[in-house]
């Protein structure tokens, strides 16, 4: 796409993070790849709030990696991991993670990931929300190809996600 182009786009839907949850608790921001960026207007909420998080990122190669220095600037505690070890730790992000303390998460990222982050939480006895990626026919909850099955039953991530609290999903 080139600057000036103009799209045709359906946004705006579904919920988002609820930052209020996090509140009076050490917080830390998890992004896998693609799932970075969504966390760092978070980041800038919190911080404006005088809470910066801590921010952990994955990324498959140092070539890949972005937005690292932003969290920084923000005051946030930057922790990064990379599939190949060419930046911060070999591995996955919840390699780092796992040694943070902290009480509150909010998290984005591919599923395995948001599993084996929420596979964490539950070790460490935190709480988050989790936004999920589903192939979406419609957007507006009408065709109930992007269910997902949770405790409570299906959600559909375009209406009630793509955020769903830790205390909900089934992986
Ligand atoms: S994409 Fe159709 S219900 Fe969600």
Do not use: W
Request: proline content about 6%; hydrophobic content about 40%; some cysteine.
């Amino acid at each position: 796409v080139r600057p000036g182009e103009t799209l045709d786009l359906l946004t705006g839907l579904g919920n988002g993070y609820d930052p209020s949850a996090a509140r009076g608790r050490r917080t830390v921001l998890i992004g896998g790849g693609v799932g970075v960026p969504p966390l760092y207007g978070l980041a800038r909420r919190l911080a404006l709030a005088g809470e910066p998080p801590a921010a952990a990122l994955g990324f498959q190669t140092a070539a890949d990696a972005f937005l690292a220095e932003s969290f920084l600037t923000l005051g946030c505690e930057v922790l990064v991991a990379t599939a190949d070890g060419s930046l911060g730790e070999r591995g996955f992000v919840t390699e780092p993670l796992s040694r943070l303390d902290y009480g509150y998460y909010f998290a984005c990222g591919p599923e395995p990931m948001l599993a084996a982050v929420h596979a964490l939480g539950r070790e460490k006895g935190a709480e988050g929300q989790l936004s999920f990626e589903r192939r979406m026919g419609c957007g507006f909850g009408a065709c109930m190809s992007c269910s997902c099955e949770t405790l409570a039953g299906p959600r559909r991530i375009c209406v009630e996600g793509p955020v769903l609290r830790s205390g909900e999903v089934r992986f």
